[in-house]
Nanobody
């Protein structure tokens, strides 16, 4: 069965950095777009970053462009989110997700993704 397991969340001060990881298993990893999403209390889940199966195409939400970088290692079935210059408004539960590339039209839209991890909490204090 498909499993996505996130790690790397934690608490940091504003301006700090964190690196999230998401290890996948139970599916053909190279067939899937991978995305990072986040959800703050009382808010909708929003797309943060996505990466195509081969890693050559990435997308970012405007709010994180220039600060976050998504990457993937298909040999390790792992996707990463490097988060720099963190802000208090980045505080949220972060989820990774997998969606088949041939069904993908809008990579930052959550409904395009079939498989989800349990999430890892990121808290940024001012």
């Amino acid at each position: 069965q498909v499993q996505l397991v996130e790690s790397g969340g934690g608490s940091v001060q504003a301006g700090g950095s964190l690196r999230l990881s998401c290890a996948g298993s139970g599916y053909t990893y190279s067939d899937y777009y991978m995305g990072w999403f986040r959800q703050a209390p009382g808010m909708e889940r929003e797309g943060v970053a996505s990466i195509a199966p081969g890693g050559g195409s990435t997308s970012y939400a405007d709010s994180v462009k220039g600060r976050f970088t998504i990457s993937r290692d298909n040999a390790k079935n792992t996707v990463y989110l490097q988060m720099n210059t963190l802000r208090p408004e980045d505080t949220a539960m972060y989820y990774c997700a997998a969606g088949r590339w041939w069904k993908m039209t809008t990579p930052l839209r959550r409904y395009e993704y079939e498989h989800w991890g349990q999430g890892t909490q990121v808290t940024v204090s001012s």
